[in-house]
């Protein structure tokens, strides 16, 4: 499972499982009823504890997002467009969030910020005009 | 959840110099604890003494509600115990090494062994003194998991082996760590691949425990405070919990730990140019609190 | 787990095991070739044994923790669960296995090889009385002392040179310093008044416990020590050392010193003079006074020794001491054991050997005491010159008497023995016994006046002769032929002539037990004595002087055997015989015509073989199975132990 974590950050470990396996659900990587990793093959597949695993399924399963059979493991739910709707905005709003500190560490005004916005977003489109694929 | 191991007021010196002084706390079933220090500030002799390699010279030792006597060995086959240095009888070759262990432990899956020796390609009929560091350190591990131990104490076994090791080695103690629910205690002065998996934090410092805390709440309360001032920065603030400070060119770095309102308050109200607060890795955390005040 | 780590132990040594067996091999070829020549013979095991045991005890000992030091497989091993205790004893175990393995191997190599164990057995020190001390077990001994030193050392370093040297140089100061104590111990005689060899027994003792103080210092050590600290290590173990050797070396003097002697047992019968009697044990002299009824120990000796006494004119003259100091002095007393002085010997002179005194006697009157010495002198063969000498009881007067005869005294070649019999006090003059071992013995007269002596009488084999009260007659059971009949005459002394008593034919035992117990009554005109018959039965007998008749009469018979003998006494007032038979566990009165009066059953808590001395009217029953004495009262026949 193509998950990332970092200890960087204030987001504590588990949090950033459970942000993961969303961002995979949204994107549609995990459908529904597929089957996720054993506890312990993702820990140590990304190198943490299990704990740190196993509470991030714990929370996910109360959240709706997984559910678990006994000795067959955990899968995804099946859910529905507005949840994964949800989940996707959730997931964009951090990614600005993320991305406005990192430029606020420059200092910049909130207008400039703006601008920094616009010039990106142009940049995409003429990327897309002129046939560009997603860099 | 009752301690699988706790530690009180324990002391120890080498001719008049004192090592650690009157150290206490305690690891419960299941977690991982890091122990934090510099080198040569007593880890090994923590955990020695918990081995009962060498004697204490003040203080109580418990172990599943027991309290232990320099001379006790029963407590000892619920222990793994993995060193710096190999320790193992050279001559040995891996198999009979393996053999003769387990004859100490009631708990030993030879089976396990075999299979773990497979796993990490090890010839059993090798001489111990044959191997290298890196073998000799998955050796090591497979005679401490084979005998299905409680507890695993692992001081700094990773030390001197180069990155592909030890991550190696972190992930077959992850892999373990799922299968079982043994608590870990493990030591170590190179603290980035401790971070993802720890649950609690001891830093050793001075002969004594400075930082005794969930690694969650640590993390959660340590923060690095940069100021930038566009003339000369001011004096430092009067605040609780600076950890330390220093200044680079006309900016003052703050590293702050516990960190609540009122601290952040006060940075405020310094009405620096730039101000910005960031959370601190697992090593800068030790740093600020073992460095030399 | 204690049999993993005994055999890792033997694993690890396997090298040292090879290796000495190696040297075991050359050895045993070195000796079956030049074993024929004489003085390697005993060279070759000679050297063997003193090079080969102490240094492989020390190889074995100093190697003892070696792989632990070894890339700090210390910390590996007290870091198992398993006591500390166990991994001290698992080493010493296995250790101590293959230094007994080697032990056992030569005392087998000793048993198979022709001539080997001869030549080692015959390794002696200290020739002394034609024993001498074993050099084989010394050795053996003394290994275990260098292990046990090297064991002990071995815990501090991995240096085994060092190990090796520091063994060898502490081993050898231990042993040095005991030896030095031991002979002086011997040359002093110290602990000889204990018992003899007592010195060695205290020697080996200080051995074995000096081994056992580093093994246990270094357990002690072991168990609490920081590895990690080696000063700490070398200051206990160093401290725990001194302790119990010092310990070791008290207690390896003080057992023989204080340990419960063996059982007191009686050295002597019971000799009554006037209503008092006296016997002795190895212990010292009694006397019991029938009137107060009241027993005191008279005189104390050493816990092991057969001291002889001679009773006259209210004093004792006695031999002191026991063991080696036995016969090196002769002391005097008065009979209730005031005045006790020393009278002759008992010095270290400056002369080589030493004085060694023989048998001795008192004049009636208690004035005079005449007594054999020799000068022993250690060369091979021994010499001893036997001396006749006389010293008044006062201490004052010692005086050699005039030489023995040749013919009394023997040639050498032959060692004869001289026994005193008895002081003739109306032709003052000596009654002596002359024992060769070969030739005809002889009872002789010895003038104390003029030195003259004179055989009396000459037999191949002389049992008892007991002189009569009035020191004119002698009472002799002899045997004219070797396994012939035992003839009993009537010497007398003054004419050499003598008169037969009577002649057992086909004596069923010794000279000694088929005529038992010749007395005279104190008018001197009887001897009663007992006569083995056939079928283990003995016959009392009495010969009248005066009708020069012998009473025997058929009828009277007792169970006896040579192991169970009766005995018999007079009454104090001449009138009765009083027979103890210890077969038929009873007393017998006898009236003169040997009818028997009265038979009185001995109490059930008197053990087996016992005698019987009348004193007064009272009997005292000596008791030598159980080594008691009792007292049986004529008139009332109630029994009381006195002793």
């Not at chain 1, 493991?73 to 859910?79: D, E, N, Q, V």
């Not at chain 3, 780590?5 to 095991?17: C, H, N, Q, S, Y």
């Not at chain 3, 240096?159 to 081993?171: D, K």
């Not at chain 3, 011997?186 to 602990?191: A, C, Q, V, Y």
């Given at each position: 499972?193509?998950?990332?974590?970092?200890?960087?950050?204030?987001?504590?470990?588990?949090?950033?499982?459970?942000?993961?396996?969303?961002?995979?659900?949204?994107?549609?990587?995990?459908?529904?009823?597929?089957?996720?990793?054993?506890?312990?093959?993702?820990?140590?597949?990304?190198?943490v504890?299990?704990?740190?695993?196993?509470?991030?399924?714990?929370?996910?399963?109360?959240?709706?997002l997984?559910?678990?059979?006994?000795?067959?493991?955990?899968?995804?739910?099946?859910r529905?467009?507005?949840?994964m709707?949800?989940?996707?905005?959730?997931?964009?709003?951090?990614?600005?969030?993320?991305?406005?500190?990192?430029?606020?560490?420059?200092?910049?005004?909130?207008?400039?910020?703006r601008?920094?916005?616009?010039?990106?977003?142009?940049?995409?489109?003429?990327?897309?005009?002129r046939?560009?694929?997603?860099? | 959840?009752?301690?699988?191991?706790?530690?009180?007021?324990?002391?120890?010196?080498?001719?008049?110099?004192?090592?650690?002084?009157?150290?206490?706390?305690?690891?419960?079933?299941?977690?991982?604890?890091?122990?934090?220090?510099?080198?040569?500030e007593?880890?090994?002799?923590?955990?020695?003494?918990?081995?009962?390699?060498?004697?204490?010279?003040?203080?109580?030792?418990?172990?599943?509600?027991?309290?232990l006597t320099?001379?006790?060995?029963?407590?000892?086959?619920?222990?793994?115990?993995?060193?710096?240095?190999?320790?193992?009888?050279?001559?040995?070759?891996?198999?009979?090494?393996?053999?003769?262990?387990?004859?100490?432990?009631?708990?030993?899956?030879?089976?396990?062994?075999?299979?773990?020796?497979?796993?990490f390609?090890?010839?059993?009929?090798a001489?111990?003194?044959?191997?290298?560091?890196?073998?000799?350190?998955?050796?090591?591990?497979?005679?401490?998991?084979?005998a299905?131990?409680?507890?695993?104490?692992l001081?700094?076994?990773?030390?001197?082996?180069?990155?592909?090791?030890?991550?190696?080695?972190?992930?077959?103690?992850?892999?373990?760590?799922?299968?079982?629910g043994?608590?870990?205690?493990?030591?170590?002065?190179?603290?980035?691949?401790?971070?993802?998996?720890?649950?609690?934090l001891?830093?050793?410092h001075?002969?004594?425990?400075?930082?005794?805390?969930?690694?969650?709440?640590?993390?959660g309360?340590a923060?690095?405070?940069?100021?930038?001032?566009?003339?000369?920065p001011?004096?430092?603030?009067?605040?609780?919990?600076?950890?330390?400070?220093?200044?680079?060119?006309?900016?003052?770095?703050?590293?702050?730990?516990?960190?609540?309102?009122?601290?952040?308050?006060?940075?405020?109200?310094?009405?620096?140019?730039?101000?910005?607060?960031?959370?601190?890795?697992?090593?800068?955390?030790?740093?600020?609190?073992?460095?030399?005040? | 787990?204690f049999?993993?780590?005994?055999?890792?132990?033997?694993?690890?040594?396997?090298?040292?095991?090879?290796?000495?067996?190696?040297?075991?091999?050359?050895?045993?070829?070195?000796?079956l070739?030049?074993?024929?020549?004489?003085?390697?013979?005993e060279l070759?095991?000679?050297?063997?044994l003193?090079?080969?045991f102490?240094?492989?005890?020390?190889?074995?000992?100093?190697?003892?923790?070696?792989?632990?030091?070894?890339?700090g497989?210390?910390?590996?091993?007290?870091?198992?669960?398993?006591?500390?205790e166990?991994?001290?004893?698992?080493?010493?175990t296995?250790?101590?296995?293959?230094?007994?393995?080697?032990w056992?191997?030569f005392?087998?190599?000793?048993?198979?090889?022709?001539?080997?164990?001869?030549?080692?057995?015959?390794?002696?020190?200290?020739?002394?009385?034609?024993?001498?001390?074993?050099?084989?077990?010394?050795?053996?001994?003394?290994?275990?002392?260098?292990?046990?030193?090297?064991?002990?050392?071995?815990?501090?370093?991995?240096?085994?040179?060092?190990?090796?040297?520091?063994?060898?140089?502490?081993?050898?100061?231990?042993?040095?310093?005991?030896?030095?104590?031991?002979?002086?111990?011997?040359?002093r005689?110290?602990?000889?008044?204990?018992?003899?060899?007592?010195?060695?027994?205290?020697?080996?003792?200080?051995?074995?416990?000096?081994?056992?103080?580093?093994?246990g210092?270094?357990?002690?050590?072991?168990?609490?020590?920081?590895?990690?600290?080696?000063?700490?290590?070398?200051?206990?173990?160093?401290?725990?050392?001194?302790?119990?050797?010092?310990l070791?070396?008290?207690?390896?003097?003080?057992?023989?010193?204080?340990?419960?002697?063996?059982?007191?047992?009686?050295?002597?019968?019971?000799?009554?003079?006037?209503?008092?009697?006296?016997?002795?044990?190895?212990?010292?002299?009694?006397?019991?006074?029938?009137?107060?009824?009241?027993?005191?120990?008279?005189?104390k000796?050493?816990?092991?020794?057969?001291?002889?006494?001679?009773i006259?004119?209210?004093?004792?003259?006695?031999?002191?001491?026991?063991?080696?100091?036995?016969?090196?002095?002769?002391?005097?007393?008065?009979?209730?054991?005031?005045?006790?002085?020393?009278?002759?010997?008992?010095?270290?002179?400056?002369?080589?050997?030493?004085q060694?005194?023989?048998?001795?006697?008192?004049?009636?009157?208690?004035?005079?005491?005449?007594?054999f010495?020799?000068?022993?002198?250690?060369?091979?063969?021994?010499?001893?010159?036997?001396?006749?000498?006389?010293?008044?009881?006062?201490?004052?007067?010692?005086?050699?008497?005039?030489?023995?005869?040749?013919?009394?005294?023997?040639?050498?070649?032959?060692?004869?023995?001289?026994?005193?019999?008895?002081?003739?006090?109306?032709?003052?003059?000596?009654?002596?016994?002359?024992?060769?071992?070969?030739?005809?013995m002889?009872?002789?007269?010895?003038?104390l006046?003029?030195?003259?002596?004179?055989?009396?009488?000459?037999?191949p084999?002389?049992?008892?002769?007991?002189?009569?009260?009035?020191?004119?007659?002698?009472?002799?059971?002899?045997?004219?032929?070797?396994r012939?009949?035992i003839?009993?005459?009537?010497?007398?002394?003054?004419?050499?002539?003598?008169?037969?008593?009577?002649?057992?034919?086909?004596?069923?035992?010794?000279?000694?037990?088929?005529?038992?117990?010749p007395?005279?009554?104190?008018?001197?005109?009887?001897?009663?004595?007992?006569?083995?018959?056939?079928?283990g039965?003995?016959?009392?007998?009495?010969?009248?002087?005066?009708?020069?008749?012998?009473?025997?009469?058929?009828?009277?018979?007792?169970?006896?055997?040579?192991?169970?003998?009766?005995?018999?006494?007079?009454?104090?007032?001449?009138?009765?015989?009083?027979?103890?038979?210890p077969?038929?566990?009873?007393?017998k009165?006898?009236?003169?015509s040997?009818?028997v009066?009265r038979?009185?059953?001995?109490?059930?808590?008197?053990?087996?073989?016992?005698?019987?001395?009348?004193?007064?009217?009272?009997?005292?029953?000596?008791?030598?199975?159980?080594?008691?004495?009792?007292?049986?009262?004529?008139?009332?026949?109630?029994?009381?132990?006195?002793?």
């Amino acid at each position: 499972m193509l998950i990332k974590v970092n200890t960087r950050g204030f987001v504590p470990l588990y949090e950033q499982v459970k942000a993961e396996i969303r961002r995979l659900a949204a994107l549609g990587a995990v459908k529904p009823h597929d089957p996720l990793p054993s506890i312990r093959e993702l820990a140590a597949e990304i190198l943490v504890n299990p704990n740190t695993v196993a509470r991030a399924y714990r929370e996910l399963e109360q959240e709706g997002l997984i559910y678990t059979q006994k000795g067959r493991g955990s899968f995804l739910s099946a859910r529905r467009a507005q949840d994964m709707g949800r989940d996707i905005e959730a997931h964009l709003n951090r990614k600005m969030d993320e991305a406005v500190r990192e430029i606020r560490k420059f200092g910049l005004s909130p207008a400039e910020v703006r601008k920094l916005f616009a010039d990106s977003l142009r940049r995409f489109e003429e990327n897309g005009r002129r046939g560009g694929g997603d860099e | 959840m009752s301690d699988l191991l706790k530690v009180e007021k324990l002391s120890k010196g080498f001719g008049g110099r004192a090592v650690l002084r009157e150290i206490g706390f305690s690891v419960e079933p299941g977690r991982v604890y890091g122990l934090l220090g510099r080198n040569g500030e007593g880890k090994t002799t923590l955990i020695r003494t918990i081995m009962g390699v060498i004697p204490r010279d003040a203080g109580v030792i418990t172990f599943k509600g027991r309290a232990l006597t320099f001379g006790d060995a029963d407590y000892k086959k619920e222990i793994g115990y993995i060193p710096e240095d190999a320790f193992f009888y050279g001559a040995m070759s891996v198999g009979g090494l393996l053999e003769f262990n387990g004859r100490f432990f009631p708990k030993w899956d030879a089976r396990k062994a075999a299979d773990d020796l497979k796993r990490f390609a090890l010839d059993p009929a090798a001489k111990v003194r044959t191997l290298s560091r890196g073998q000799q350190l998955k050796l090591a591990f497979v005679a401490a998991l084979a005998a299905r131990p409680e507890l695993l104490l692992l001081d700094d076994p990773t030390s001197g082996l180069d990155v592909p090791t030890r991550q190696d080695f972190l992930r077959d103690v992850i892999r373990e760590l799922a299968a079982g629910g043994t608590a870990v205690l493990f030591s170590t002065h190179l603290v980035h691949e401790l971070e993802r998996i720890v649950d609690h934090l001891f830093i050793l410092h001075g002969g004594r425990i400075v930082l005794d805390e969930a690694y969650e709440k640590v993390k959660g309360l340590a923060r690095r405070a940069v100021l930038g001032f566009d003339t000369e920065p001011p004096e430092s603030p009067a605040l609780d919990g600076v950890l330390s400070q220093r200044r680079i060119g006309k900016d003052l770095e703050l590293i702050i730990y516990p960190w609540n309102e009122a601290v952040e308050r006060t940075l405020r109200a310094m009405n620096a140019a730039r101000l910005e607060i960031e959370p601190l890795s697992l090593e800068d955390i030790f740093t600020s609190f073992v460095r030399e005040a | 787990m204690f049999k993993t780590l005994v055999i890792k132990e033997w694993k690890e040594k396997a090298l040292i095991a090879v290796f000495g067996l190696g040297v075991m091999v050359i050895f045993l070829a070195a000796f079956l070739i030049f074993g024929d020549d004489q003085d390697l013979r005993e060279l070759i095991p000679a050297t063997f044994l003193i090079f080969f045991f102490p240094f492989i005890g020390v190889m074995l000992g100093a190697g003892a923790f070696e792989s632990e030091f070894r890339n700090g497989s210390w910390a590996y091993l007290l870091s198992r669960p398993v006591r500390k205790e166990t991994i001290w004893l698992a080493k010493l175990t296995a250790l101590l296995s293959i230094m007994a393995g080697f032990w056992l191997v030569f005392i087998g190599l000793m048993a198979v090889v022709p001539g080997l164990g001869e030549v080692v057995r015959g390794f002696r020190w200290l020739e002394v009385l034609y024993a001498g001390v074993e050099v084989f077990p010394l050795i053996l001994l003394s290994s275990i002392l260098y292990f046990s030193v090297a064991f002990s050392l071995s815990i501090l370093s991995e240096r085994q040179l060092s190990l090796v040297f520091g063994s060898f140089f502490i081993g050898f100061a231990v042993q040095a310093l005991l030896s030095y104590f031991a002979f002086q111990a011997e040359d002093r005689g110290l602990l000889s008044n204990v018992g003899s060899f007592l010195w060695l027994d205290a020697y080996n003792l200080a051995l074995v416990l000096s081994g056992l103080a580093f093994l246990g210092a270094s357990l002690i050590t072991f168990r609490k020590t920081d590895f990690s600290q080696p000063r700490k290590k070398n200051l206990s173990l160093a401290k725990y050392a001194i302790l119990f050797l010092v310990l070791a070396w008290i207690l390896a003097v003080a057992w023989p010193v204080f340990r419960p002697g063996p059982e007191e047992e009686f050295s002597s019968g019971v000799e009554v003079v006037g209503s008092e009697a006296f016997f002795s044990t190895t212990r010292g002299l009694y006397r019991y006074d029938i009137v107060r009824d009241h027993l005191k120990k008279v005189a104390k000796w050493g816990p092991n020794s057969w001291s002889s006494f001679v009773i006259a004119g209210g004093q004792v003259l006695y031999n002191a001491a026991g063991g080696l100091q036995e016969g090196r002095a002769l002391r005097i007393m008065n009979t209730d054991g005031s005045g006790k002085r020393l009278l002759v010997g008992g010095g270290h002179d400056d002369v080589p050997g030493y004085q060694w005194f023989g048998d001795f006697l008192l004049s009636p009157d208690g004035k005079t005491a005449v007594f054999f010495s020799e000068q022993v002198v250690e060369t091979v063969p021994r010499s001893n010159k036997k001396t006749i000498m006389s010293i008044r009881t006062d201490g004052t007067g010692l005086k050699k008497l005039p030489p023995l005869d040749p013919a009394l005294a023997g040639t050498s070649g032959e060692y004869t023995w001289i026994r005193t019999n008895a002081w003739l006090e109306s032709s003052n003059s000596l009654l002596l016994m002359r024992r060769p071992q070969r030739t005809l013995m002889s009872l002789w007269t010895y003038n104390l006046a003029t030195g003259a002596q004179a055989s009396l009488f000459e037999t191949p084999r002389l049992g008892q002769c007991i002189v009569s009260p009035g020191h004119d007659k002698v009472f002799i059971v002899y045997q004219p032929e070797v396994r012939g009949p035992i003839d009993v005459t009537l010497l007398d002394i003054a004419s050499a002539e003598y008169a037969p008593v009577i002649k057992v034919e086909n004596p069923d035992g010794s000279i000694w037990f088929s005529v038992r117990r010749p007395v005279w009554n104190r008018k001197g005109d009887k001897v009663a004595f007992l006569v083995q018959q056939d079928g283990g039965v003995f016959s009392p007998a009495v010969y009248l002087l005066k009708e020069r008749r012998l009473v025997m009469p058929n009828d009277v018979r007792f169970k006896g055997t040579q192991e169970l003998s009766p005995s018999l006494e007079w009454t104090s007032g001449d009138a009765k015989l009083v027979l103890a038979i210890p077969q038929e566990r009873s007393l017998k009165i006898l009236d003169l015509s040997l009818a028997v009066e009265r038979s009185v059953p001995v109490p059930a808590s008197i053990g087996g073989f016992f005698a019987a001395w009348p004193v007064d009217d009272a009997v005292l029953v000596q008791d030598f199975d159980k080594e008691s004495v009792w007292r049986l009262d004529l008139k009332t026949e109630k029994w009381k132990r006195i002793w």
